[in-house]
């Protein structure tokens, strides 16, 4: 057997991508972008007591948050196993 074919491949594009989750998070996780990111005031509002949130409110924060979750989690996956290829 041939040392490249007993390497795992990645796919280039996927939730396992460096690029794909960083524009993931720079565009989706972030928008819209003025006067603040909406994460960002979603997370000031739930730290303030989450006074008035409704279901949408929550949905849209899970909607915005998922491109940073998915960063956090490759950045445990590289810092748990150094010499993955992920």
């Given at each position: 057997m041939d040392k490249r074919e007993s390497k795992v491949k990645t796919n280039p594009v996927g939730i396992n991508s460096w690029v794909f989750v960083l524009v993931l998070c720079g565009s989706l996780g972030l928008a819209p972008f003025f006067p603040e990111p909406h994460i960002w005031g979603k997370i000031k509002w739930v730290a303030g007591g989450a006074n008035g949130m409704k279901?949408?409110?929550?949905?849209?924060?899970?909607?915005?948050?998922?491109?940073?979750?998915?960063?956090?989690?490759?950045?445990v996956i590289k810092l748990k196993s150094p010499t993955s290829e992920v």
């Open positions: 279901v949408m409110d929550w949905g849209d924060m899970i909607f915005h948050g998922f491109p940073w979750v998915l960063l956090i989690r490759l950045i």
